[in-house]
């Protein structure tokens, strides 16, 4: 496994390989790897001859008020991971080897409306930080595909929505949320709960399986399952910033008669911010 620092260094790695006529797969992450990290590392090794991985902490998808300076930087368990999953390169660079000038003047890319809402209405400039990281990590590595997972839901659609408006040749593909036994989703931030925290966790995905059944049901308007669904997190502890319904394909509000959902919701515990999604097929 090779480990490359600089985008002139991936580069010249890659070019080598497009030469021989091999594809390339990227899982972009930002380190602290967990088994979710990994199945997409799995899934990537499936898709292409040759699998990449960057960690880089985004500094430009930060809020001021957020956790860039303590998010976990854990980078030799993250290579020994990476070198048992067989992995060919790793891209760690450094925050000035990708924002070389001022994050105040650095040219960003934006997925305008879908960007704004649920997680983008309480994270100002998020996504915009986050598209613009994966367009230059798609500009560096040049990759066949790309692998993101689906606990970031409204992300997935917005970096297939860039690479469509774009018509960059990247394939986007998806692996499913891992969970731990008690169902909550894996994340690199759970490691900030506390013990009671972190055993209170699984309530939002309980709650999220709580509402597929509602919806299934058919017995309320999906407004009431969504009041009944906030009502759920706030009794068991959670500050919800939102729980909401939206067609899976679209993230548009759905209509009553529609059938292909998703529930999503972000919910806080203490200075922990949870977020989780569940498909619902509703016939």
């Known amino acids: 496994m090779q480990i490359q620092h600089t985008i002139s260094g991936t580069r010249e790695v890659i070019r080598h390989w497009l030469a021989e006529g091999e594809s390339v797969a990227l899982v972009p992450t930002m380190g602290n790897l967990h088994a979710g990290h990994m199945s997409l590392v799995e899934k990537a090794r499936t898709l292409a001859d040759r699998v990449v991985v960057s960690i880089f902490v985004n500094p430009l998808q930060f809020g001021p008020a957020e956790d860039f300076d303590a998010y976990p930087r854990?980078?030799?368990?993250?290579?020994?991971?990476?070198?048992?999953?067989?992995?060919?390169?790793?891209?760690?660079?450094?925050?000035?080897?990708?924002?070389?000038?001022?994050?105040?003047?650095?040219?960003?890319?934006?997925?305008?409306?879908?960007?704004?809402?649920?997680?983008?209405?309480?994270?100002?400039?998020?996504?915009?930080?986050?598209?613009?990281?994966?367009?230059?990590?798609?500009?560096?590595?040049?990759?066949?595909?790309?692998?993101?997972?689906?606990?970031?839901?409204?992300?997935?659609?917005?970096?297939?929505?860039?690479?469509?408006?774009?018509?960059?040749?990247?394939?986007?593909?998806?692996?499913?949320?891992?969970?731990?036994?008690?169902?909550?989703?894996?994340?690199?931030?759970?490691?900030?709960?506390?013990?009671?925290?972190?055993?209170?966790?699984?309530?939002?995905?309980?709650?999220?399986?709580r509402v597929a059944d509602m919806l299934r049901e058919d017995e309320e308007s999906l407004e009431e399952i969504e009041s009944r669904g906030l009502e759920m997190l706030r009794a068991d502890g959670f500050d919800p910033d939102y729980l909401a319904i939206r067609e899976r394909h679209s993230l548009s509000e759905p209509g009553e008669a529609d059938s292909d959902l998703v529930v999503l919701a972000a919910a806080r515990l203490g200075r922990v911010r949870l977020i989780d999604n569940l498909t619902v097929d509703r016939i």
């Open 74 to 209: 854990t980078p030799d368990q993250d290579h020994a991971l990476l070198e048992q999953a067989e992995v060919d390169l790793v891209f760690e660079p450094p925050v000035e080897e990708m924002y070389p000038d001022s994050m105040a003047i650095q040219t960003t890319v934006e997925v305008p409306g879908l960007s704004d809402e649920l997680c983008g209405a309480y994270r100002a400039r998020h996504f915009a930080g986050v598209v613009t990281v994966v367009t230059k990590l798609f500009n560096v590595i040049q990759p066949t595909v790309a692998v993101f997972g689906e606990k970031d839901y409204q992300q997935l659609l917005i970096i297939r929505r860039m690479t469509e408006d774009l018509n960059s040749p990247v394939q986007i593909a998806s692996a499913p949320i891992c969970r731990e036994q008690d169902g909550l989703a894996m994340s690199s931030r759970n490691r900030y709960l506390d013990p009671e925290q972190r055993a209170q966790a699984p309530r939002l995905y309980a709650t999220l399986l």
